[in-house]
């Protein structure tokens, strides 16, 4: 460099930023005073180094959560599921995700155009509405999820029938849509106009109900943690819905799981797609604000 | 020749004086932050003295004993008249669809017939306290009345009221105006429950 050329004296001011054990020493200082930084830093903010749910719990911004920490269904899974989950060769709902794929390019309906037609590139346009749904959709006056969105698009754009609901069908391409937004945090919309039906599904979700009369909060925030004979009770999140459950020998739509969940308090469920449910799932992603959408899960 | 000694030397100078500058600066830091914790420690240790003193004015805790008052809730007589089967009863807390107590409880003498038969015995639940002991605890009549509806007694509890038909919400059809378990059963539980020392 040319400031320390050789013109200058041994001795003189500017050849002492010339010298070499000089630099040397400084950065040796100023590294030792990042490294002095850096363990302060996590001493007095450890809260703020974010975690995933999965090893490292999340602290909710909205302090309105009543949770203190989130927890992913991942976290309170055996290790086998969790390496299942982990490994996408392995992972079995990765199927599903492979037929949605699949879906997506088939051209159906009297228009004949396929998803991919209208939305090209699915890792660029759904890269985050799996994060996002269910949401307020003005023309029906009501919340949709992601099934309800997909069948819209079936029915107005391509000219189909809608898929039911718990199809494989509609599971795959569910798991598709979704699995796109997999690695961002959940961020649902509970404001202006959703904000009435979120307020249902906060309702429904601390009703006790069924012959057991237990309100979803009796398990799954109470005593989330603890075994329940020989499982043990996680948050009940939904961040990695469609999942694939070994009990059920397929992937299931978190409706699938409400239904279940009823049933064990001996509570007449409701049926798939009903806007008691889909209240409640809108609820429940938001009790997940910040969980990564995990699609798709694998569970025991 | 004496001039490479000499610039050796303007080196080995340099790395004093900047390793010195270092070091200072790091001791400098390491002081802050032990004076910021010393000061700490005098605080709280300032307010242990204030609180000593206060002990001193004010007049002393003695310990005293609650008497739950839970025990004026009981259901003295037994449910339609049954007269209680242990061996009954044992069956019934292990059955998932009656008592299913094992969900949530734990039992000690069920811990050795685990290890034979874990299907059965095994995996206790650990949302209420051990069930052992109970009967030393509670009175006939008090248990009675916790197994008839527990929310009389613990109100915000996930126990399930086991002889209780009205106030539900949404009961599947199965289900619908039945308690879970009768009367009998309810009695039977409880003759198990009055061994459990």
Not at chain 1, 63 to 82: A, M, V
Not at chain 1, 217 to 232: I, M, P, W
Not at chain 2, 42 to 50: L, Q, T
Not at chain 2, 153 to 176: H, Q, S
């Amino acid at each position: 460099m040319n400031f320390c050329s050789q013109q200058y004296q041994a001795h003189s001011i500017k050849a002492h930023f010339c010298d070499f054990a000089f630099l040397r020493n400084l950065l040796a200082f100023l590294s030792l005073m990042v490294v002095v930084w850096v363990i302060s830093a996590f001493i007095f903010s450890a809260p703020s180094f974010a975690g995933n749910g999965r090893d490292k719990s999340i602290i909710p911004r909205d302090k309105t959560n009543p949770l203190s920490n989130l927890w992913s269904g991942y976290y309170y899974s055996t290790k086998d599921i969790q390496a299942l989950q982990k490994n996408r060769a392995e992972n079995p709902g990765f199927k599903y995700v492979t037929e949605g794929a699949q879906l997506w390019e088939q051209k159906t309906g009297t228009t004949q155009k396929s998803c991919a037609k209208c939305h090209g590139k699915p890792s660029v346009s759904m890269d985050e509405a799996g994060a996002r749904y269910p949401q307020y959709y003005a023309p029906l006056k009501r919340l949709i999820n992601l099934e309800q969105r997909i069948n819209l698009c079936r029915k107005t754009y391509q000219g189909a029938k809608s898929f039911e609901y718990e199809s494989k069908e509609l599971l795959s391409l569910t798991a598709f849509v979704r699995s796109q937004a997999r690695a961002r945090p959940v961020r649902v919309k509970i404001d202006g106009f959703a904000k009435p039906f979120f307020e249902k599904g906060k309702a429904f979700y601390y009703q006790r109900r069924g012959q057991l009369d237990m309100s979803c909060a009796n398990c799954h925030e109470n005593n989330y943690g603890k075994q329940l004979r020989s499982t043990v009770l996680s948050q009940g999140q939904a961040n990695g819905f469609p999942s694939y459950r070994v009990a059920w020998q397929k992937i299931g739509s978190l409706h699938r799981r409400f239904q279940g969940c009823n049933k064990l308090v001996r509570a007449k469920p409701y049926a798939y797609g009903a806007e008691y449910y889909v209240n409640l799932e809108l609820y429940l992603y938001w009790r997940g604000t910040g969980l990564e959408v995990e699609t798709p899960g694998v569970r025991d | 020749m004496t001039n490479s000694i000499l610039a050796r030397r303007g080196v080995i100078a340099q790395f004093l004086k900047a390793s010195f500058l270092g070091a200072s600066f790091f001791v400098a830091i390491v002081l802050i932050l032990s004076l910021l914790s010393v000061s700490s420690v005098f605080a709280a240790k300032n307010d242990e003295k204030k609180a000593k003193k206060s002990e001193k004015d004010t007049p002393k805790l003695v310990e005293y004993e609650i008497f739950n008052l839970i025990q004026s809730k009981s259901i003295p007589k037994p449910l339609a008249g049954k007269k209680g089967n242990r061996k009954r009863g044992e069956a019934l807390i292990l059955d998932a669809a009656k008592g299913n107590c094992l969900q949530c409880h734990v039992i000690d003498q069920f811990l050795v017939k685990a290890k034979k038969n874990p299907d059965v015995y095994g995996n206790m639940g650990e949302i209420g306290p051990s069930l052992d002991g109970v009967s030393t605890r509670y009175k006939e009549s008090q248990l009675r009345l916790i197994l008839v509806n527990a929310k009389l007694v613990f109100p915000e509890t996930i126990m399930p009221a086991y002889y209780r038909i009205d106030g539900l919400t949404r009961v599947d059809d199965k289900y619908l105006d039945k308690p879970i378990m009768s009367a009998q059963d309810i009695e039977d539980i409880l003759s198990f429950l009055m061994k459990l020392k």
